[in-house]
């Protein structure tokens, strides 16, 4: 195939100088320039036969050059199918693609609608809102880690490539923190639902929802860095195969589960100052 690449690029470029190079027989050339003066009359001022007699036998045609470019094109399978063939699946590859990044949109609009919305005695409508978009930055979350395990294995690069880029693990490690400290948000909101649905609903405290933006403004800024180190590990960045990945692999897993049962245990033995006050009375 790459053979062939250059036949096809010494076609296109010496076809068309052939064709437009001025032919060496003068006498053609007055022939051929005489015959297009006579074709030209809007006036009709000249004989049908003298329109008729006007030769294209010498008159250039850079159709035919390119036409005649591109027979390696039809010679030659390989050059035709060269703009495909680092790309198979590439319908599959766009979709999985097109899904990552349109999950990262929808995780940012859920995020965003719960940091503008937690405040210190919130309505049960706007806890029911609250709860809605946790739901869906849930759904979204999951959507991300599954299209991004897909481009990882199946598309993009391959597992081979990422498996030896510190930046791939690095990332990964960035996203369990940010899924991990998500957790915490997410107990708490389940915990307050789980309450108003047995009548125990309690206003929330200005201490809890501090803390709750607190962790939506630090998953708003993971949400910044992931794909900033996500376009470095795409290039190559620190690519090294002296490291085991199975080292960093371990690493980043372990960073997750301690962040994991750092956030879930401060959600479940988290107390509001609401609940400070009504023990004290």
Known sequence: MRSSLPLLILGFAASPSHAWTPQPKTTALVKSTVNHQRSFDPLQLCEDSDRKSTSHENMLRPSAAFMAAAIPLFSSPDVALAATAFTPNASA??????????SLVGVVACLVAERLTIKPDMTPEEEDFV??????????????VYTGYLRTVQYEKGFDFYAH???????????GIW???SFFNTVTIIRRAVDKRNGKFEPMGEKLAKRMIQICNAELVAVGIIPLTATFMARGVGYSQEIPWQVEAGLAALIFAGASFKYVKEAF????NVSKLESSD
């Open 93 to 102: 590859a766009a979709v999985v693609a097109y899904g990552h990044f349109i």
């Open 131 to 144: 709860a809605a978009a946790d739901i869906g930055y849930g759904i979204f979350g999951a959507l991300i």
């Open 165 to 175: 880029e510190p930046l791939f693990w690095l990332k990964i490690a960035f996203v």
């Open 179 to 181: 899924g991990a400290s």
């Open 269 to 272: 033995s988290f107390e509001d």
